[in-house]
Every structure is written in structure tokens, then in C-alpha cells.
């Protein structure tokens, strides 16, 4: 299997632009995570999906971000309007369930800079 | 907040052991140590697990103090590629929930 792959894998855009990153997981994995880094707050969760529905969104920073995963090989993140402080790199990953005491696997991650 | 402590930075010699400390004093008698790494531009790869034995895989070992308040994770013979962030996680065996604390890591530099 590739891994888990991402697109972009970099993206600039101007505030106030709708962002969309893409996410397809390795084939079988049943659960799918969003997460975002920076160098102030580190490595969060914002949002996981178990078989293709939302888990829990309680790390998605505000309204302005949404995700979906129409079917168990693509998910998107979607931010709209888009910030300066929205500027990070935005991972995807993903596991099965019957790993579940063992972490997911990462993309390479989308570099997200908005100006 | 993270519930383990890091060293910020740690240096090693090519070839050497590589022994990077983790500290865990508050950990809960159900919560595993988890180790993963982050090579700089990727994303962040598990290395090993354990919750009171010691582990051993094909990239490393991990060694848990008896009371399970702190352990440490050894590369044998590191290697250039293994200059990365090195993170120290705890979570609940078996939880669905991934609301993870990720401490600011070891940024691990192995030296020629």
C-alpha cells in the first residue's frame, strides 16, 4: 500500500479564500484523524471518523473549519474563509480498528499558508 | 497539557546508543508509553509501545522503570536518519478516544 497520501502537499492562499485538503487512507483502515501543527500548540486533534462517520469534532478550532468523509477512501478538511492563523501543517492519518492500541499511520502532511 | 516530560534536545554519535528519557510520574496503571518520531517535512511515525515490561522491536527498545514513572527509549546503533523529534505519549489501552497530548518532543541530532 502507498501509505496514507495527502494533496496538496503545499498550499498558499489569500485570507478570506476557501481552502479544501484531501485525504485518502490506507485501504482497510476504519478510523481516519485530522490533525494540525504548529510551533506554538504542537501536534492537536481536531476531528476523527470510525467507518466514515464524525466521532468527535471537539478539537475543531471554529465554524470556519469543516470536514467530511463521503466514503472510506477519501476524506476532506475544508476551511472557509481562511486566516493567517490557519497557517500550519494540516496531517491526515489513519488505523484499523483491531491495531487500536498501536497509533495510525501519517501522511506527509499539507503545509498551509495563508497570507 | 502533556502528562510526560522531554528533554528539549539531545545529542548521540553515529554508531552509538541513542537513550532518550521520558518522564511519566503521573501515569495511570491502565496507560501505556507510547514512542513515536517525527523526521523533519513528514509525518509522525510510531516506534514502540509498552505498559510495564519491557519492548523490544526492529527499531528499538523501550525501558520501563519498576514504579512506571518514567522510562527510556534506545535506538542501538543510530544513524543519521534517525535525527528527528522523538514524542513520549501515555493514553488509555484499548480507548477509541485519540484526544492525544503531544508534548514538544526530543529534537534528537545524531552526529557523524
Known amino acids: 500500500d502507498a501509505g496514507v497520501i495527502q494533496s496538496p502537499r503545499h498550499e498558499v492562499t489569500e485570507m478570506g479564500q476557501e481552502v479544501t485538503l484531501r485525504c485518502k487512507p490506507i485501504s482497510g483502515h476504519d478510523y481516519l484523524f485530522w490533525y494540525r501543527q504548529t510551533m506554538m500548540r504542537g501536534l492537536e486533534l481536531l476531528i476523527y471518523?470510525?467507518?466514515?462517520?464524525?466521532?468527535?469534532d471537539s478539537g475543531m478550532p471554529e465554524d470556519r473549519f469543516s470536514a467530511k468523509m463521503p466514503n472510506a477512501s477519501f476524506s476532506t478538511l475544508k476551511i472557509q474563509p481562511s486566516e493567517p492563523r490557519d497557517s500550519a501543517v494540516y496531517f491526515c492519518?489513519?488505523?484499523?480498528?483491531?491495531?487500536?492500541?498501536?497509533?495510525?499511520?501519517f501522511g506527509q502532511g499539507t503545509r498551509l499558508t495563508v497570507v | 497539557d502533556a502528562k510526560t516530560t522531554q528533554p528539549p534536545s539531545m545529542d548521540c554519535a553515529e554508531g552509538r546508543a541513542a537513550n532518550l528519557p521520558c518522564n511519566h510520574s503521573t501515569i495511570s496503571g491502565n496507560e501505556y508509553v507510547y514512542w513515536y518520531r517525527q523526521i523533519h517535512s513528514q509525518g509522525p511515525q510510531y516506534i514502540i509501545h509498552g505498559l510495564k515490561n519491557n519492548e523490544t522491536n526492529e527499531m528499538a527498545s523501550l525501558i520501563i522503570t519498576e514504579d512506571r514513572k518514567s522510562s527510556t527509549l534506545i535506538l542501538p546503533h543510530a544513524t543519521l536518519r534517525d535525527t528527528a523529534v522523538y514524542y513520549c505519549i501515555v493514553r488509555v489501552a484499548g480507548d477509541s478516544n485519540y484526544q492525544l497530548i503531544w508534548g514538544a518532543g526530543t529534537k534528537l541530532i545524531i552526529k557523524p
Open positions: 492519518a489513519s488505523r484499523q480498528y483491531r491495531d487500536r492500541d498501536r497509533e495510525a499511520f
Open positions: 471518523f470510525n467507518n466514515n462517520v464524525p466521532i468527535d
